[in-house]
């Protein structure tokens, strides 16, 4: 078993749906990061998190350190979503989800 | 505010050779990390320095190394150069101190291809 599980693997959404990608994680961590990456670019960090919740303009992220959970949410979804998106945990060293394929039509 | 600085971008070696890739941080940061990128195994980390000192390794063989200057720049060397080492190698730096990472700022990458 991967220490991070992402799902689902690929998403197709219709603009403006409401989006959520999910993470878990088996390790203990001091941290939780969610990235983002689009095709034949490079990764932009949009969250790190060790507690709660946090939300920027439309992305909201949360995390439940007792359950080793972290939920992405992405409201009213637009194509320019459309990346894969990894979580990664932050033990003493980073590990990566295998990321989620997101593609978000107009 | 001049962001993470990855060179070269691509470069294509041949079994056998040496490679060093070079990774500028942004200005301030002390913490600098690398990554290995690959279509099969995703996102690996490679190793964490710290104000010159590694503070953490991932799981490679001894081929793969680095170094931080006094002024946070890195980088990372991979000796005797095998097929399966082709792939994206990121480079991130971060403001955070102690034992946590903080907010990872990445590079573009340097795309290594080995023929």
């Known amino acids: 078993k991967n220490e991070v599980e992402q799902s689902p693997q690929n998403l197709t959404a219709q603009e403006g749906e409401f989006i959520t990608i999910n993470c878990s994680y088996s390790?203990?961590?001091?941290?939780l990061h969610w990235l983002q990456q689009h095709p034949g670019g490079g990764i932009v960090s949009l969250f790190m998190l060790s507690s709660g919740k946090k939300k920027h303009g439309r992305l909201i992220a949360t995390i439940n350190i007792q359950e080793k959970h972290s939920s992405l949410h992405i409201t009213a979804s637009h194509p320019r979503d459309s990346a894969v998106y990894i979580c990664?945990?932050?033990?003493?060293?980073?590990?990566f989800g295998a990321g989620t394929i997101l593609r978000v039509k107009s | 505010k001049a962001g993470v600085t990855q060179t070269p971008r691509y470069l294509i070696k041949t079994r056998g050779q040496q490679v060093t890739l070079s990774c500028s941080p942004i200005s301030g940061h002390r913490s600098v990390s690398w990554y290995q990128q690959t279509p099969g195994q995703g996102l690996q980390f490679l190793f964490e320095?710290?104000?010159?000192?590694?503070?953490n390794k991932g799981n490679f063989p001894g081929r793969f190394s680095g170094r931080q200057f006094s002024n946070s720049r890195s980088e990372m060397n991979v000796s005797t150069l095998e097929l399966g080492d082709s792939a994206l190698y990121l480079c991130a730096s971060s403001g955070g101190t102690g034992g946590e990472s903080g907010e990872l700022f990445f590079g573009e990458g340097s795309r290594l291809t080995v023929l």
């Open positions: 990664a945990v932050d033990g003493n060293k980073l590990v």
């Open positions: 390790v203990g961590i001091s941290a």
């Open positions: 320095y710290f104000s010159e000192t590694q503070r």
